[in-house]
């Protein structure tokens, strides 16, 4: 395993950045490491636009099962940072619907049928904890589900406000 262990595989300075306060200074860095190991690291200032690069290749015990496992590594990543930006998307989406169903909960059970009332509160159970585990799909499928189910709730609430004008 290869975690843990850090190489500096060289050094470069990209000169021309202006001096500002902490975070002010904006430098866009990108690595490539191609299928024979050898690294390319460009940096720009994206203020001013003066650039740097160096090439990297390695000389001092790589070996190709390291880079390949490195490589391997970067895909994993790829897809968890993936998979990571999906649950933050699908959380964001139904945490509200989720919220909004528990508020008018008590409505729920005052204006429906006790059977619908309490099948609104175990699908909001359901998906509280599909939320808890990040079950991307559970959630995502149990939102449109607490849609479905509350849209006769909605309509009763709104008449009854409307009866109170």
């Known amino acids: 395993e290869l975690a843990g262990e850090n190489r500096s595989l060289a050094r470069f300075k990209l000169g021309g950045i202006e001096p500002g306060p902490a975070g002010f200074p904006r430098v866009?860095?990108?690595f490539l490491i191609d299928a024979d190991g050898i690294l390319q690291v460009e940096a720009r200032d994206l203020r001013?636009?003066?650039?740097?690069?160096i090439e990297v290749r390695p000389s001092f015990g790589l070996r190709e099962e390291e880079i390949r496992a490195m490589l391997e590594a970067n895909v994993e990543n790829e897809l968890s940072d993936l998979e990571f930006k999906r649950w933050v998307e699908v959380r964001n989406q139904s945490e509200p619907v989720l919220r909004a169903a528990e508020k008018k909960l008590p409505d729920a059970f005052r204006l429906l049928p006790k059977e619908e009332a309490e099948a609104i509160e175990a699908t909001c159970k359901r998906m509280r904890g599909a939320i808890e585990k990040q079950e991307s799909?559970?959630?995502q499928n149990l939102k449109y589900e607490l849609n479905a189910m509350t849209t006769r709730l909605a309509e009763k609430v709104i008449a009854e406000a409307l009866a109170k004008r």
């Open 28 to 30: 866009e860095v990108t």
């Open 48 to 53: 001013n636009g003066k650039e740097a690069s």
């Open 137 to 139: 799909e559970n959630v």
